[in-house]
T-cell receptor
Framework: AQSVTQLDSQVPVFEEAPVELRCNYS??????LFWYVQYPNQGLQLLLK??????LVKGINGFEAEFNKSQTSFHLRKPSVHISDTAEYFC????????????FGTGTRLTIIP | KAGVTQTPRYLIKTRGQQVTLSCSPI?????VSWYQQTPGQGLQFLFE???????NKGNFPGRFSGRQFSNSRSEMNVSTLELGDSALYLC??????????????FGPGTRLTVT
């Protein structure tokens, strides 16, 4: 069984400052990792995914994440945040490619301070 | 291309009643998954349907059921509603098959309130 830990439930950041949202996972098999964003009253939107290959993954809206197998982490970063990045961010894991069952972390609420 | 649509968007029901939620996947997608989102438990996988068959199931009681039609549209049903069933129910669709382009696309959700 897999599990995902998002250590920070809330992260306040000043506008134009960098941000890192942390995600650690636990799995006994190969993993496929995802970051989703949820804006108020909306569903989830995929930011980026790691399936294989390069451990540095670039996604939409200027976000990137690095897969670190030894530390079982998949932290999300953005060098300069905007007010529009205010949302909840979820890290998720799947144990095989094509497994539709995603295991989600508890989410991190990112608040951008003007 | 139209996204995943869910109806209704909001629903208020009374304890003991039953409810049916509907999900229309993106055209061409054959896999439909359902998730429950609550403040206390977060996002939890309910079940997944592929080609009208339940292929995967989460850890929910039998009061939660679903089905998929030949056009890939899916419905989920909750019988004998409890207060704890109040949640945002999200549907997601994908092409399935495990390719490098794999991605689940989520709908806006149905907000169910049980009183």
């Amino acid at each position: 069984a897999q599990s995902v830990t998002q250590l920070d439930s809330q992260v306040p950041v000043f506008e134009e400052a960098p941000v890192e949202l942390r995600c650690n996972y636990s799995s006994s098999v190969s993993v496929y990792l995802f970051w989703y964003v949820q804006y108020p009253n909306q569903g989830l939107q995929l930011l980026l995914k790691y399936l294989s290959g390069s451990t540095l993954v670039k996604g939409i809206n200027g976000f990137e994440a690095e897969f670190n197998k030894s530390q079982t982490s998949f932290h999300l970063r953005k060098p300069s945040v905007h007010i529009s990045d205010t949302a909840e961010y979820f890290c998720a894991v799947s144990d095989y490619l094509g497994n539709e069952k995603l295991t989600f972390g508890t989410g991190t609420r990112l608040t951008i301070i003007p | 291309k139209a996204g995943v649509t869910q109806t209704p968007r909001y629903l208020i029901k009374t304890r003991g009643q039953q409810v049916t939620l509907s999900c229309s996947p993106i055209s061409g997608h054959r896999s439909v998954s359902w998730y429950q989102q609550t403040p206390g438990q977060g996002l939890q996988f309910l079940f997944e349907y592929f080609s009208e068959t339940q292929r995967n199931k989460g850890n929910f009681p039998g009061r939660f059921s679903g089905r998929q039609f030949s056009n890939s549209r899916s419905e989920m049903n909750v019988s004998t509603l409890e207060l704890g069933d109040s949640a945002l129910y999200l549907c997601a669709s994908s092409l399935a098959g495990g390719t490098a382009n794999y991605e689940q696309y989520f709908g806006p959700g149905t907000r169910l309130t049980v009183t």
